[in-house]
């Protein structure tokens, strides 16, 4: 007779821990057939794949796991990504280059405003002041976006990157910029070629791109190197001053540190079979070895301590 209070009729096949098979669903026929470990496919997830790690059933087609993406190597021209990294590296490269345009067409627009007044128009063109600002926002601007957008998703300036590999993608960048240009420059030159005739569509396209993109990948380079360099710069925690140097902050070499673990109490170890356990001695009468008799004012053992259970 079974005891009707015994877990063991609750272990599944034989006692051996394996679950209980599941019930078919309502669905009959059409319902989610069970899988190992009694999970239904199709309920689990979308599209009636199973889950990770499980066999599928019958009738479910297999979808291969997708690979790894490989690591971009930093020594390659082209990286496509984009990464907050790369994103700042572009901003400090163009930023860079733009206030190197913005102070050299202020000094210039200052040493002619001491001859000609700046916003005073003289025959169909613009002011100083308007001319200042076409020369140096407006007409370089398509150069500014390409070469933003390729050293943001192209050729990024990694600090892993070693710095030749650096100064190719800054020239790079360049080309994706005076190809900007040139873009820009088909539409210009195309309205202007009606009145101006074919002339005007080959300075648009050909010549002003390349007078303004060749200075301004130089510049590239320079600029793509400082923001190289200072996305390589160590960083440290705010608020803390650097003490590297300082009298005082070195540890002496003989100093020692407290000890930060206590030795516990001694546990009592078990001797051979039959001989009782054997206690620490901090006397040293017995030695501590094994077969040794524990001292009479210690407790003593049980005299079966592998017996039977207690009886229920």
């Known amino acids: 007779m079974t005891n009707p209070g015994d877990p063991q009729q609750d272990r599944g096949y034989y006692g051996a821990g394996w679950q209980q098979p599941a019930p078919p669903g309502p669905g009959g026929a059409g319902g989610s057939a069970p899988l190992s470990g009694g999970q239904p496919v199709g309920g689990g997830q979308p599209g009636g794949q199973p889950p990770y790690g499980v066999q599928p059933a ?9 690979p790894p993406r490989a690591p971009a190597d930093p020594r390659r021209a082209f990286a496509p990504g984009a990464s907050v990294n790369n994103t700042a590296g572009a901003l400090i490269a163009v930023v860079s280059l733009v206030l190197v345009e913005f102070v050299s067409g202020i000094v210039g627009l200052i040493g002619t405003s001491l001859v000609v007044s700046p916003f ?12 200042f600002i076409a ?7 398509p150069f500014y976006a390409g ?4 050293l943001a998703f192209l050729t990024p300036i990694a600090r892993r990157s070693p ?21 820009v420059g088909v539409f210009t030159g195309a309205f202007g ?23 301004f990948t130089v510049m590239l380079l320079a600029s793509a190197t400082a923001a190289w360099l200072w996305l390589g710069r160590p960083r440290r ?60 004012d210690q407790q003593q053992p049980p005299a079966a301590p592998w017996g039977g259970p207690a009886p229920r």
């Open 58 to 66: 019958a009738g479910v087609p297999y979808a291969a796991p997708r």
């Open 120 to 131: 005073a128009h003289y025959g169909a063109g613009a002011s100083l002041v308007g001319s």
């Open 135 to 141: 020369s140096v926002f407006l007409a370089p601007f």
């Open 147 to 150: 070469a933003f957008l390729a």
């Open 163 to 183: 710095l030749p590999t650096v100064l190719l993608r800054a020239v790079l960048a360049g080309a994706a910029g005076t190809i900007a240009l040139a873009l």
């Open 193 to 215: 070629a009606i009145t101006s005739g074919g002339s005007r569509l080959v300075i648009d396209v050909v010549t002003n791109p390349l007078r303004n993109g060749v200075p």
């Open 237 to 296: 925690n705010r608020g803390t001053a650097p003490t590297t140097g300082l009298p005082g902050t070195v540890r002496p070499a003989d100093a020692v540190p407290p000890a930060t673990v206590q030795p516990g109490p001694q546990q009592p170890q078990q001797g051979p079979y039959g001989q009782g356990l054997v206690q620490p001695d901090p006397h040293g009468q017995y030695g501590g070895q094994y077969g040794a008799q524990p001292r009479p």
